[in-house]
C-alpha cells in the first residue's frame, strides 16, 4: 500500500524497479523511492551503465516499471492502457536527449510543430506555439532553416524550442549537453534552468559534475539504487563513462 | 477526422520532401500499372483487330468431312446452295504418308524426296484461296481429261529444286509422272498442302486408288456458314447425311467474345503480375524506410504519436506513393496502348472506367503493400527507437 501522492507532487515513486528479462533477469533499477514536485530542478547522476537512463525513461513513460508504484499527476501509471499512457505523455512530458533527433527534411519551425501534431491543435495555434518556443531559445531567425544548415548547439536548442513547445509538466532531459562544446552547453543549460520559473519541473540526467553542482537537488543512482544526494560523486570533477559527443 | 487530414497532411508532406525514397517506392507501381493498362488497352485494340479478321476469313469458311465417296457431283449439289459462294473437294492422299518424288521423267534422277499429296478438285483451289508464284491451275478440262499434271506448294518446290514452272519439269509421284504446270506461293487456307505435291482428283485416283475419305470446303457469304453447316450433309450426301459432318465456325458474335474472353485471361495474369511486383518494390521500401526512420517514429512515440497514428501515417504514405505510381503508370499504359497500336494500324480501343480506376488500384496496393510495415513501426517501441 503506498500513501496518497500531496497535492503538489508530479511524480511520485514508490519502491519502483524495472528487471530486464534474461538468463538471468537483469536489475536494472531497484526499490526507486522518491517524488518530483512542480517547478523543480532535479539532477540524475551516476557512472555509465548505473541505471540512470532507466530511470529516466521510466519517469518519461518510455519504458514501464516491472514492480512498485509509479504515479504521474496522482494517476497510477501500471493501471494505464498503452493508448493512455501515450496521451499522458505527451500531455506531462517534454524531452530533450543527447542527440536532438530533428528531421532533416523539415525546418526549425515544423520539428517544433511535430511535437504538437498529437494535441490535434488547429494549425494557428501550433504555429504560434512553435515561433514562440523557437523565440524563448532565441532562433525566430533561424525558423526556417533545415537542420542540416544549422550547428549542433542550433540544432539542439531547437529540440528545447519542440519540448517547450508542448507545455510539459516536467522537462526530462537526458543528457542535453553531452555532444556541445563548454560555452553552448551552458547557454543550453541556462534556458533548461529559466522554465523553473514557469513552474516547469526540469529532471536531468548527466555525467557533468559542473553542471550537476547548480542543480538544487541531486539523486546518484549506483548499481540500480537511488539515493538523495550526490553521495560518492560529491568531490569528483566529472562522472567516468560519459556518452561521446 | 482532423486526425486523419493531419495525417495525410504530414504523409503528403514526407512524400514531397523524399523526392529519392519516393520515386524509388513508385517505380515499381508505375511499371505495373503501366503493364495493366497497357495491357488492357492492347488486349481491347487487338481483340477487336483480331476479331474483325477472324470474321472476314474464318467465319464465311464451313468445312465438311465425308466418306471416299464423295464427289464432284455431289459437291456440285453444295455450290447451288444459296450462300455457297465457292465449294470444292480434297483430300488427303494416302492418309497425309508422305510419297516417294523425284525429279524427271525417268526414275533414274536424282535421290528420293518424301512428300504429302493434297488432292483438290479445281474449285477447292479457289475455296482455300491458293495463289500462284509461277505456272497456271489445272481446270476441271484437264481433270476430266486425265492430264497427269501437279502443283507444287512453295515449300515442296524449293525441297525439290524447282524454282519455276517454266518449262513444265516432271516429277514421279509413287511411280507416275506428272507435269508440274504451276506453284503455289501462299493459301488462306489448306497451308499445309505448300509443303507438298498438289494434285487433280484423277491423278490422285491414279497414285493411290479411291480408298480415302474426302473433305469439303465451302466459302460462303457472311453470316450463311450455320446454315450451310446444316443444310450441306444433306446435300453432299443425301442417303446417309450422317456420314457427313460439318465443322461451322463459331458465330461471329460468340467468336469475338472467346477471342476477348482468351485475351482476358493473358490480361488477368499479366496484370496480376504486374501489380505484385508493384506490391513487393513497396512493400521492400517501405520496410526499408521503417527501419531506417527508427529513431523518427521513437521520436514520433515520445511526442505523443500512439501506435494507431504511426500505422496510419506509414500507410498513408504508401497509399500516397501508390496514388502517384497508379497515375504515371496510367498515362504511361495509354501513351503506349495508342503508339503500339497506332503502329499497328489497329484503332486503340480503352475502356475509360479503367483508366480511371488504375489510379486507385494503386492506391489499393500501396494500402495492402504498407500494411505490414506499417503494423512493425507501430511495434517499435520509443524507448528501443531512441537508443538505436
Not at chain 1, 103 to 126: K, W
Not at chain 2, 325 to 343: D, E, F, H, Q, R
Amino acid at each position: 500500500m503506498s500513501a496518497a501522492p500531496a497535492p503538489s507532487e508530479l511524480l511520485t515513486l514508490t519502491g519502483v524497479g524495472r528487471t530486464y528479462p534474461g538468463s538471468p533477469p537483469v536489475p536494472a533499477l531497484r526499490d526507486a523511492t522518491f517524488s518530483v514536485q512542480g517547478g523543480e530542478v532535479l539532477g540524475i547522476i551516476g557512472r555509465s551503465g548505473s541505471g540512470k537512463s532507466t530511470l529516466l525513461n521510466l519517469l518519461g513513460l518510455l519504458d514501464l516499471p516491472t514492480d512498485g508504484d509509479y504515479r504521474v499527476g496522482g494517476e497510477r501509471v501500471g493501471s494505464l492502457s498503452d493508448r493512455e499512457q501515450t496521451a499522458l505523455r505527451a500531455r506531462f512530458f517534454g524531452f530533450v536527449f543527447q542527440q536532438s533527433f530533428l528531421l532533416p527534411s523539415l525546418s526549425a519551425q515544423e520539428n517544433v510543430e511535430l511535437g504538437l501534431r498529437p494535441r490535434r491543435l488547429a494549425a494557428g495555434e501550433r504555429r504560434e506555439r512553435a515561433i514562440d518556443a523557437l523565440g524563448a531559445v532565441g532562433l525566430s531567425h533561424r525558423r526556417r532553416f533545415l537542420p542540416g544548415h544549422m550547428s549542433g548547439g542550433e540544432c539542439q536548442r531547437v529540440a528545447i524550442a519542440r519540448a517547450l513547445a508542448q507545455r510539459p509538466r516536467v522537462l526530462l532531459c537526458d543528457e542535453p549537453t553531452g555532444n556541445l562544446d563548454e560555452r553552448t552547453s551552458s547557454e543550453v543549460l541556462q534556458m533548461l534552468i529559466e522554465n523553473q520559473a514557469q513552474d516547469v519541473a526540469v529532471v536531468m540526467v548527466t555525467h557533468d559534475m559542473g553542471i550537476a553542482r547548480t542543480l538544487p537537488r541531486l539523486l546518484s543512482v549506483r548499481d540500480g539504487l537511488v539515493s538523495e544526494g550526490a553521495g560518492e560523486f560529491l568531490d569528483a570533477e566529472a562522472l567516468p563513462g560519459a556518452n561521446p559527443p | 477526422m482532423s486526425g486523419l487530414r493531419s495525417g495525410l497532411l504530414e504523409a503528403v508532406t514526407s512524400i514531397v520532401r523524399h523526392p529519392v525514397r519516393t520515386l524509388l517506392c513508385a517505380v515499381g507501381t508505375v511499371v505495373a500499372v503501366g503493364a495493366f493498362t497497357a495491357t488492357n488497352g492492347l488486349t481491347e485494340s487487338a481483340s477487336n483487330a483480331v476479331s474483325a479478321s477472324f470474321n472476314e476469313l474464318r467465319a464465311t469458311t464451313v468445312e465438311f468431312q465425308g466418306p471416299s465417296s464423295l464427289s464432284e457431283a455431289d459437291v456440285a449439289r453444295l455450290a447451288r446452295l444459296r450462300g455457297v459462294t465457292h465449294a470444292g473437294l480434297l483430300w488427303d492422299v494416302e492418309q497425309q504418308q508422305p510419297l516417294p518424288v523425284t525429279v524427271g521423267a525417268t526414275s533414274s534422277g536424282p535421290s528420293q524426296t518424301r512428300l504429302s499429296v493434297t488432292a483438290m478438285s479445281p474449285p477447292a483451289l479457289t475455296a482455300v484461296g491458293a495463289v500462284l508464284s509461277s505456272g497456271r491451275f489445272y481446270d476441271t478440262g484437264a481433270d476430266m481429261h486425265h492430264q497427269m499434271v501437279a502443283l507444287l506448294g512453295s515449300a515442296a518446290a524449293s525441297q525439290l529444286g524447282i524454282n519455276s514452272a517454266l518449262g513444265d519439269p516432271a516429277i514421279q509421284v509413287s511411280g507416275a509422272v506428272l507435269t508440274v504446270i504451276g506453284v503455289v506461293s501462299t493459301a488462306q487456307q489448306e497451308s499445309q498442302a505448300l509443303l507438298g505435291v498438289i494434285v487433280p482428283p484423277y491423278v490422285a485416283q491414279v497414285i493411290a486408288g479411291n480408298r480415302d475419305p474426302r473433305r469439303v470446303i465451302a466459302r460462303t457469304t457472311p453470316g450463311a456458314a450455320q446454315l450451310i453447316g446444316h443444310e450441306g450433309p444433306a446435300e453432299l450426301d443425301p442417303d446417309q447425311p450422317r456420314q457427313v459432318t460439318a465443322e461451322v465456325p463459331p458465330n461471329p458474335a460468340t467468336l469475338r467474345s472467346q477471342v476477348q474472353a482468351s485475351l482476358s485471361t493473358l490480361l488477368t495474369v499479366l496484370s496480376l503480375a504486374g501489380l505484385g511486383i508493384g506490391f513487393l518494390s513497396i512493400a521492400a521500401v517501405t520496410i526499408m524506410s521503417v527501419a531506417q526512420r527508427r529513431s523518427e517514429i521513437g521520436l514520433r512515440r515520445a511526442v505523443g504519436y500512439g501506435r494507431l497514428e504511426i500505422a496510419r501515417l506509414i500507410v498513408l504514405e504508401a497509399a500516397g506513393v501508390g496514388m502517384l505510381g497508379g497515375i504515371l503508370g496510367t498515362s504511361i499504359g495509354v501513351l503506349a496502348t495508342a503508339a503500339i497500336a497506332s503502329g499497328n494500324h489497329w484503332t486503340p480501343v480503352m475502356n475509360t472506367t479503367l483508366v480511371i480506376v488504375a489510379p486507385f488500384l494503386g492506391v489499393a496496393v500501396g494500402v495492402l503493400a504498407g500494411s505490414y510495415p506499417a503494423i512493425r513501426a507501430a511495434r517499435i517501441t520509443p524507448m528501443a527507437a531512441l537508443r538505436s
